[in-house]
């Protein structure tokens, strides 16, 4: 089954305390891109992914990193999380046309709280 | 740039009711539009996409959108809503040049009443 997996779910963490939100997709994928939902600005891209080894910043990148050294996994990081980064985060992956993306699968989503 | 704009944040319909669901774009290039639907604690899950076919994009559960350049519009439609299709809708377009990446609207909360 084709999917994306994304741990953990739910995650509560102390200000200041590194974290890593796994992402892994099975559909040989070359695009992975990671989100933010909070309530009433949708969704807002933090990083993304061409392909391996080649990532660049999304619209709110500040605060976070991520590695893409294999092609099926993209993990997200916070080095020191802030309580700003309460939110809910997902994962995608993403099939292509030429240059544009034609469908994201998304993950389950992971909902971090940071007290 | 791309942008993407959703009318509405919250639409409330009766069971039955026809479901209109807007969306608005902005592109320079010719668009690839998306809508994806996300029920309470899920990930996002493709409804419908136009990928410059056919203009009228049938998708799962009885949905539709068509596209219309003029007006630069891709509205998801239903012609009779159920109490499953209580959910938050967000539609996408997909940006041209090398990198392609979604850009999402804010999402449309629809309500069903019985």
């Known amino acids: 089954e084709a999917q994306v997996t994304q741990n953990p779910r739910y995650l509560i963490t102390v200000t200041g305390k590194k974290l890593t939100v796994t992402c892994s997709q099975n559909m040989n994928h070359e695009y992975m891109s990671w989100y933010r939902q909070d309530p009433g600005l949708g969704l807002r891209q933090i990083y993304y992914?061409?392909?391996?080894?080649?990532?660049d910043k999304g619209d709110v990148p500040e605060g976070y990193k991520v590695s893409r050294k294999e092609k099926r996994n993209f993990p997200l990081i916070l080095e020191s999380p802030s309580p700003n980064q309460t939110s809910l985060y997902f994962c995608?992956?993403?099939?292509?046309?030429?240059?544009?993306?034609?469908?994201?699968?998304f993950g389950q989503g992971t909902r971090l709280t940071v007290v | 740039a791309q942008s993407v704009t959703q009318l509405g944040s919250h639409v409330s319909v009766s069971e039955g009711a026809l479901v209109l669901l807007r969306c608005n774009y902005s592109s320079s290039v010719p668009p690839y539009l998306f809508w994806y639907v996300q029920y309470p604690n899920q990930g996002l899950q493709l409804l419908l996409k136009y990928t410059s076919a056919a203009t009228l994009v049938k998708g799962i559960n009885g949905f539709e959108a068509e596209f219309k350049k003029s007006e630069t519009s891709f509205h998801l439609t239903k012609p009779s809503a159920h109490m499953s299709d209580a959910a938050e809708y967000f539609c996408a377009v997909s940006e041209g040049g090398s990198q392609g990446n979604l850009i999402f609207g804010k999402g449309t909360k629809l309500s069903v009443k019985p």
């Open positions: 992914s061409m392909n391996v080894e080649v990532t």
């Open positions: 995608a992956s993403s099939s292509r046309q030429g240059a544009r993306n034609t469908e994201a699968f």
